[in-house]
């Protein structure tokens, strides 16, 4: 019995060691450097993306004449912006979506509406319906985040993840944002008060947030990663010796 409990143990240990890594890969995305991009625009007018998910509205005066312009079927959960670039809407047809904003895209579908003649003073309404951002590593509650009000903080969404432990980085959050078919990075200081000032104070849909744990975390990991085998090395002998003595 107790061979092969010194067995499990030797095993235990073993594997332990050989999982055992350097501090440097408990950190995710820690080569990324920052990245020049252009400035950002106020959060509402954030250029639609390939594959967001659009609720449009077209409302006029005449409700009956509306009927055309909108999806009447209760199983549509808005319109994809496809790989092209482009939605297609009852009545209107195809219409290039991406890399406008929300009032470019309004204002050009009302302009294609006002063309047909059929519609007299249109109101068109549109909203994301995917607006989502992610937050990993040293919070709370690592989520990903539905924004149905299509605005959001930084600083909201580490609220809403549940803050940052205590071996959070505060000084170093990773920004890592996709802007035309180009993924950039950004590194933000939260501690500073700068920060309120900053273009990346809000964030915009698909946004991720990592935030890397500080040398405490790394180091208390390495002295976990140290001391363990040998106490695992320690209990071995000590059941070999005892198994000897009872013998």
Known sequence: MARKFIFVICCFSMVYCISCTSSKKIAYFQNAQDSTFRTVLGVVDAPIQKNDILN???????????????????????????????????????????????????????NIILTKGELLNPIVEIRHLNFEVTVLGEVTNPSVINVPSEQISLVKALGLAGDLTIFGKRDNVLLIREEDNKRVTRRLNINSADFLNSPYYYLKPNDVIYVEPNKAKIATTNRSQQILPIVFTGISILVLVLDRVIK
Request: charged share 20%.
């Open 56 to 110: 449009i509205v077209i409302s006029s005066p005449s409700p009956e004449t509306d009927l055309a312009y909108n999806r009447i079927d209760n199983t549509a959960k808005g319109y994809l912006v496809n790989s092209d670039g482009y939605i297609q809407m009852p009545r209107i047809g195809k219409v290039m979506a991406a890399g406008l904003t929300k009032k470019e895209l309004i204002t050009s579908i009302t």
